[in-house]
């Protein structure tokens, strides 16, 4: 028994220093300023846009968003014309028709966002054995969220690759990934004039992409304040008839 228990402390002693370097490993992404933040916060409609247009034309080479479909873009501001316009970029798998055979046509409204790749073996066989994850609930796959997501796609040591074809990157899981940087200054050219930096398309990005992941917020948020507002009430009225009634009481 004696030795289970020296043996048990000697691994806990052990694990103790590999455990703390560890910790100085994992690299917290800074705060951003978000507006979506807060009881009242609320989406930026010209940086969801602005994030949109980097996914269109960088994120999803790669990268699907299936649990958005393109009549939700409407929430962002587009009118429905534009997006059908929008949506006409895409092809869409469809079928069978008349003759038994699958087909390609352009996407509708009410489709979703489609992966660039038939299948997750032919993802794989694309991107060096690496599979490209969906973007549709990225932004709350990590506990840091669209921090996370601007720090990912900035955080790149080298745009050149290791050994075995990884990148250095500060706040991917070992410091390792094997996504390229997707981001260059000036790769996008935005409609409204902003200038495109990297910093810049990954805040954008990381709207869109919280959007995406959490489309309702504003109406959820709506609600809250409307059930916040509706006890308060409720309390004020209880406590005047709590007055009421023992006002009548002799004591």
């Not at 409720?234 to 002799?250: H, M, P, Q, V």
């Amino acid at each position: 028994m004696k030795r289970v228990l020296v043996s048990a402390a000697l691994a806990l002693t052990l694990s103790l220093p590999l455990a703390a370097r560890a910790a100085e490993d994992v690299h917290v992404p800074p705060d951003q300023q978000w507006s979506f933040e807060g009881l009242f916060g609320s989406y930026d409609r010209h940086a969801l846009q602005r994030g949109m247009q980097v996914y269109m034309e960088v994120c999803s080479n790669c990268h699907g968003l299936k649990y958005v479909r393109f009549r939700n873009l409407e929430a962002l501001g587009y009118n429905e014309d534009q997006v059908k316009v929008i949506a006409a970029r895409f092809q869409i798998e469809d079928g069978p028709n008349d003759e038994g055979d699958m087909f390609f046509r352009a996407a509708i409204p009410a489709d979703a966002f489609p992966s660039p790749f038939a299948n997750d073996a032919a993802a794989r066989a694309s991107n060096g054995g690496a599979l490209p994850p969906d973007l549709s609930l990225q932004a709350k796959r990590n506990e840091y969220g669209p921090n996370y997501i601007v720090a990912l796609l900035t955080g790149y040591e080298s745009d050149q690759p290791t050994d075995n074809g990884l990148y250095h990157n500060t706040y991917a899981n070992g410091g390792l990934i094997a996504m390229p940087p997707p981001l260059v200054d000036g790769q996008v050219t935005y409609s409204d004039g902003t200038e495109a930096t990297v910093e810049q398309m990954a805040y954008d990005a990381a709207n869109f992409l919280t959007w995406a992941a959490e489309p309702k917020l504003e109406q959820r948020k709506a609600m809250g304040i409307k059930v916040i507002l509706f006890l308060l009430v409720l309390t004020g009225l209880f406590y005047i008839s709590k007055r009421k009634i023992w006002a009548r009481i002799d004591r």
